[in-house]
């Protein structure tokens, strides 16, 4: 079955780059019309996407994060990895990977989530 695990720092210091990456098992990343979606959800306040790598390999990010925000992949390891540069305290969040179909509302898949605190 297809399965996502986030991976990366618990603790991150102001300033710093978040990196975080997202093991896909059971399901190919560059498998046609699949979105691999960066999703957090800071304490208090709903879910926010962040971003997304389309199985061709082109990239979507929110607009007001998008000059902090990289996604890349690894296809020879079926991983994508978020890099999120300058954090804040307010980056503070729950980090989520989730995959989703084009033409499809919702994500059908989600890793379990990785705490991601920002503080010095």
């Known amino acids: 079955q297809v399965q996502l695990q986030e991976s990366g720092p618990g603790l991150v210091k102001p300033s710093q780059t978040l990196t975080l990456t997202c093991t896909v098992s059971?399901?190919?990343?560059?498998?046609?019309?699949?979105?691999w979606s960066w999703i957090r959800q800071a304490p208090g306040k709903g879910l926010e996407w962040m971003g997304a790598?389309?199985?061709?390999?082109?990239?979507y990010y929110l607009p007001s994060l998008k000059s902090r925000t990289s996604i890349s992949r690894d296809t020879s390891k079926n991983q994508f990895t978020l890099h999120l540069s300058s954090v804040t305290p307010e980056d503070t969040a729950v980090y989520y990977c989730?995959?989703?179909?084009?033409?499809?509302?919702?994500?059908?898949?989600w890793g379990q989530g990785t705490q991601v605190t920002v503080s010095s």
């Open positions: 989730a995959r989703d179909h084009a033409g499809e509302p919702s994500f059908d898949y």
């Open positions: 059971g399901f190919s990343i560059t498998t046609h019309y699949y979105y």
């Open positions: 790598i389309y199985y061709s390999g082109i990239t």
